[in-house]
């Protein structure tokens, strides 16, 4: 589980018993609202998004240890942090680690937390994660815009010009 504790977006893993096997602070978190993503299990690691109003970032740990593997800073807007959980999908023949918030949708290499691509938009609060169909990414946004973005995901680098659908 994943939750703020003086000023820190702490990962807690339990076994089936309940019983506590770790407990990581995976970094700064600011609050706005409270925590509202919910990490991601992908191979060997949890993956937890810390989008808050300050030092904003995405990490993986370790599921045995909760040792940090990565961390990568994220966006800030300064205004509002963003509540997306990340998902982890083979998205146009890559597995590909998707999340948006803080006006952005980003894809980063889930093994290293390298970007993959990252496009504008929908908003820069967001709350629900991004949905996807062979190579297409679709992300929503809640606020203070009301969009939603179709983006071909086999692009590199900022794809805002060149990979929007509609």
């Given at each position: 589980t994943a939750f703020i504790h003086e000023g820190s977006l702490v990962v807690t893993a339990v076994d089936l018993h309940g019983n506590q096997k770790w407990q990581t602070a995976a970094?700064?978190?600011?609050?706005?609202?409270?925590?509202?993503?919910?990490?991601?299990?992908?191979?060997?690691?949890?993956i937890v998004?810390?989008?808050?109003?300050?030092?904003?970032?995405?990490?993986?740990?370790?599921?045995?240890?909760?040792?940090?593997?990565?961390?990568?800073?994220r966006r800030v807007t300064g205004s509002h942090g963003s509540y997306a959980t990340p998902i982890v999908a083979e998205i146009a023949g890559k597995t590909q680690l998707v999340v948006t918030g803080t006006n952005r949708v980003t894809s980063y290499a889930p093994e290293t937390?390298?970007?993959?691509?990252?496009?504008?938009?929908?908003?820069?609060?967001?709350?629900?994660?991004?949905?996807?169909?062979?190579?297409?990414?679709?992300?929503?946004?809640g606020y203070p815009e009301k969009e939603l973005l179709a983006?071909?995901?086999?692009?590199?680098?900022?794809?805002?010009?060149?990979?929007?659908?509609?």
């Open positions: 970094g700064p978190f600011k609050s706005e609202h409270g925590y509202g993503s919910s990490p991601v299990l992908y191979g060997a690691m949890v998004l810390g989008d808050s109003l300050d030092g904003s970032f995405i990490a993986a740990l370790d599921r045995d240890s909760g040792d940090l593997i990565w961390r990568k800073q937390g390298d970007l993959i691509w990252s496009c504008t938009g929908p908003s820069e609060v967001s709350a629900c994660a991004v949905a996807w169909y062979e190579d297409l990414v679709f992300a929503s946004g983006i071909r995901a086999d692009g590199t680098d900022d794809v805002t010009d060149s990979h929007v659908v509609w």
